[in-house]
């Protein structure tokens, strides 16, 4: 084989690879159905990535941890002019991108809001801004409090916001939530279920046990699919075990969320589970027609980063 044939060969391999490793599929990762744990009316199994797969996703962390080790901060765009409400600024003081998922909430501002997209936010040293959905309907105020992060919603609003981007059904997806529970709140906020006593009891419940669960566990996971009742409730799988781990707690919140307010007890046979899952991790092709009904795929460079399906 001469020189110009073998450089062929590497520069082939070399695009199979980056090409496999940038995928999510049973080619990359596994479902640990044997490593599955219960409490009350939430199942959660652990997806694990195979040998090679799963590396660091060099200089990117979470919003979640962005905020807290003080590398980034929220704030509103502008004014109280009403053309600022589907927007923040995000300002990265640090040299790491900040990824940002859907779903995530930010308590505070001149209402609570909720992320409208999966994106990565570069360190370019200027303020950028995200699309986001508003969670308290009743409130839109002059003067603007401090954001505080406030994890994932629950997957019945995620689901809302993922496949219809829609305002007004957010809003009334949180009332009937609200209203299910009987929380009275002013403002009609999303968040308000966090100041009702058996509310918070039932989710630090489910979060503890699962919470301990990861922390017991061996550090090679890299997604979860959750189950309650008969039905699958939602799967994330990310791209790398470091941003899963990053994603980790605050997803949980969400999921843990929903099994409080829509749970029931556990029914779904494997076998089920594992159709499911065939549907989103079988191929590349059947995993684009399963998402493009039941969830989304986020990538950047060619490299999946996020999978979310429901």
């Known amino acids: 084989m001469n020189s110009t044939s073998k450089y062929l060969l590497t520069l082939a391999l070399l695009f199979t690879c980056f090409s496999v490793c940038a995928q999510i599929t049973y080619e990359t990762v596994y479902v640990d159905y044997d490593s599955a744990w219960q409490y009350k009316n939430l199942k959660v199994i652990p997806i694990r990535p195979k040998k090679g797969f799963g590396g660091p996703l060099s200089g990117i962390v979470s919003l979640s941890q962005a905020i807290a080790q003080g590398l980034a901060t929220v704030s509103e765009r502008g004014t109280a002019s009403t053309e600022n409400v589907h927007y923040l600024r995000i300002s990265n003081h640090s040299d790491k991108s900040v990824f940002i998922s859907s779903g995530e909430l930010m308590a505070g501002g001149r209402q609570d809001r909720m992320m409208a997209k999966d994106t990565i936010l570069a360190p370019t040293g200027k303020d950028q801004y995200v699309p986001v959905m508003c969670v308290e309907e009743g409130r839109w105020s002059d003067k603007e409090k401090k954001f505080v992060y406030s994890n994932y919603a629950n997957n ?30 002013k403002t009609l906020a999303y968040l308000s279920r966090n100041f009702d006593k058996k509310v918070v009891l039932a989710n630090d419940e489910y979060f503890h046990f699962f919470q301990n669960k990861f922390r017991q566990a061996d550090s090679t996971i890299i997604g979860f699919v959750c189950i309650s009742g008969d039905r699958v409730i939602g799967c994330d799988i990310f791209g790398s075990i470091d941003l899963f781990y990053g ?19 556990v029914t779904m046979p494997e076998k089920e589970i594992k159709e499911y899952m065939d549907k989103l991790l079988s191929s590349e092709k059947s995993q684009e027609e399963f998402v493009k009904y039941n969830g989304k795929i986020f990538r950047q460079d060619g490299r999946i980063i996020h999978i979310n399906t429901f």
């Not at 019945?156 to 929380?183: C, F, M, P, S, Y």
């Not at 919140?253 to 307010?261: I, L, Q, R, S």
């Open 156 to 185: 019945h609003l995620r689901k809302v916001l993922d496949q219809n981007k829609n305002q007004v059904l957010i809003w009334k997806e949180v009332g009937t939530q609200l209203g299910n529970r009987e929380i009275k709140n």
């Open 247 to 265: 994603q980790l707690e605050p997803l949980l919140k969400g999921y843990t969320d929903e099994a409080v307010f829509f749970g029931g007890p």
